[in-house]
């Protein structure tokens, strides 16, 4: 699925990002190479970012 149409940033580009260490949806698109233009994705970039940090941290905690 497609989050940012102006950079066609899918959602699984954003949750391996997020999982690369990226905690915004400013820093997972540097990391892949764009930027924010006209900003309507960033509510829901943010949002999956989010869940993906949640699932991570849940999962490490899991495993301790
Ligand atoms: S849809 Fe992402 S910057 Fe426009």
Redesign the pocket.
């Known amino acids: 699925m497609i989050?940012?149409?102006?950079?066609a940033?899918r959602e699984e580009d954003l949750r391996r990002e997020a999982r690369k260490g990226a905690t915004s949806?400013g820093r997972a698109?540097a990391q892949l190479g764009c930027?924010?233009?006209?900003?309507?994705?960033?509510p829901f970039?943010r949002q999956i970012i989010d869940e993906e940090l949640e699932a991570l941290s849940e999962a490490t905690s899991a495993a301790a």
């Open positions: 989050v940012c149409v102006c950079n940033i949806p698109y930027k924010a233009k006209c900003g309507s994705c960033l970039a």
